[in-house]
């Protein structure tokens, strides 16, 4: 059955179901009573679907509250144990495994490094090696959790470069600056059989996980729009205009802020991640007389360059010179990312500009102040004006929270039912006698 709209009336029943869970999630516990202003439904709706919802398991009562001269209201909350959520980063260092419930609450983990040793050293972002710390730690975070894999909801990944979709091959990933053209992820682990086939795959580009994470549950909550920025070994970012709907990667990283500068790992001169990655940083520190740490990683040498331009002071309070090299690239790169910022500034005009990613968040600390002031003296007067540029608010793990409310989004958008739950539409008879007699 259809109403005027052209939707069904499961659609609606399932527009529902999201309204009341969303508000749930969000803003709960509440009670039946407060859920009709904020979702919009009539109080025979919130009470049909609650009810719904309680009995296939997903809301529970959470004690109760004085009204104004009646009974106690009844508070209702999610279920946290109702389902279970993965969420992976495939960083460029290391990919990161976590298991969580649907409050997010981290269960296991699990971290193998994009390095290897010895005489068969393989390139760290060899497609084997990262499709094979997934088969491995897939199963054991479920394993130290003691979760059947066929109580999640699905699994999110988190990945460096664009994601294409393909009918044949799900999720495709074309990441030029690390070598995968067109690599066929989703196939790759369906073929595995890690999970049961009712249990889908999110793969994403990271820098759009990490947005979606800061949306929802950092520093980019109740921003119209908002401009997320990802600092790893390279540059990312994604636009985000609604805080409910899934932002747009943008290759930010590869935007030309000088032209025939220094060559970027995509094989182009002058991009912005040629400057103000890590990877680059820590270069540009080596070739102006730079020391890191012998065998650091980069996470290591980073931190060494930092606190080389920014000597912690002595026992005796003497302040030791600061290495001259590192404070020149640091001011530079200061300069670049200005550039870079005003540019996201004047085509998007976001209400926030929020940095994070572990390089982004050690950088931000330190200089961010200088990165603003570039920016604004770069940027149209107007948009900038309207801007606030600061750190992301969840850590440097959040990517692995992006990826996990990518099947907690999908969730949330099918009313709650799981995959295998959401009953196809069977066609009208017509159709099937139509498509018949067309085939004669």
């Known amino acids: 059955m259809k109403v005027r709209s052209g939707r069904t009336v499961r659609d609606l029943r399932r527009e529902n179901r999201t309204a009341v869970l969303q508000r749930l999630y969000f803003d709960g516990p509440l009670s039946r009573f407060s859920l009709g202003p904020v979702t919009g439904l009539s109080s025979g709706s919130v009470s049909n679907v609650v009810s ?9 009562e959470a004690g109760s509250v004085d009204s104004a001269g009646g009974r106690p209201r009844t508070l209702l909350r999610i279920r946290a144990d109702s389902g279970h959520l993965i969420g992976v980063d495939v960083g460029e260092t290391r990919v990161r495994i976590e298991l969580f419930d649907l409050a997010l609450t981290e269960l296991a983990r699990v971290e193998r490094p994009l390095e290897t040793e010895g005489p068969r050293r393989v390139d760290r972002y060899d497609v084997g090696l990262v499709v094979g710390h997934l088969r491995e730690g897939i199963p054991e975070v479920l394993r130290r959790a003691g979760i059947p894999a066929e109580r999640l909801l699905g699994a999110g990944i988190g990945v460096p470069g664009i994601v294409a979709r393909t009918p044949e091959d799900g999720a495709v990933v074309h990441g030029q600056t690390i070598g995968w053209d067109a690599v066929p992820l989703e196939r790759l682990l369906r073929e595995s059989r890690l999970l049961p086939e009712s249990v889908p795959y999110h793969i994403d580009n990271g820098a759009k996980t990490l947005g979606q994470a800061e949306m929802w549950f950092g520093a980019g909550r109740g921003a119209q729009s908002a401009v997320v920025t990802l600092f790893g070994s390279g540059v990312g970012a994604c636009l985000v205009t609604d805080d ?12 030309t802020v000088r032209v025939s500068g220094r060559r970027c790992r995509c094989g182009a001169r002058g991009c912005l991640e040629a400057y103000a990655g890590a990877e680059a940083l820590l270069e540009r520190w080596c ?3 730079g020391r890191p740490p012998v065998g650091a990683d980069e996470e290591t040498a980073l931190t060494a360059m930092l606190d080389a331009a920014h000597p912690a002071p002595a026992a005796d309070g003497t302040a030791p010179p600061p290495d001259e090299a590192a404070l020149a690239v640091l001011e530079e790169t200061a300069e670049y990312l200005g550039a870079g910022f005003s540019d996201l500034i004047n085509l998007f005009q976001p209400e926030r500009i929020l940095v994070g990613g572990w390089a982004g968040l050690q950088l931000g600390r330190r200089f961010l102040d200088s990165v603003r002031t570039y920016a604004m003296s770069s940027a149209l007067k107007y948009p900038a004006a309207r801007v606030e540029i600061d750190l992301g608010a969840l850590g440097p793990d959040a990517v692995t929270v992006g990826a996990a409310i990518l099947p907690l989004a999908d969730f949330f958008a099918r009313g709650g039912r799981r995959a295998e739950a959401d009953p196809r539409e069977q066609s009208p008879a017509w159709q099937t006698t139509m498509r018949e007699r067309a085939a004669r």
């Open 52 to 60: 719904e919802l309680v009995a296939d398991g997903l809301v529970e």
């Open 244 to 255: 409910m709907r899934s932002g747009r990667a943008v290759e930010w990283g590869h935007l």
């Open 287 to 289: 070739e102006a007389g």
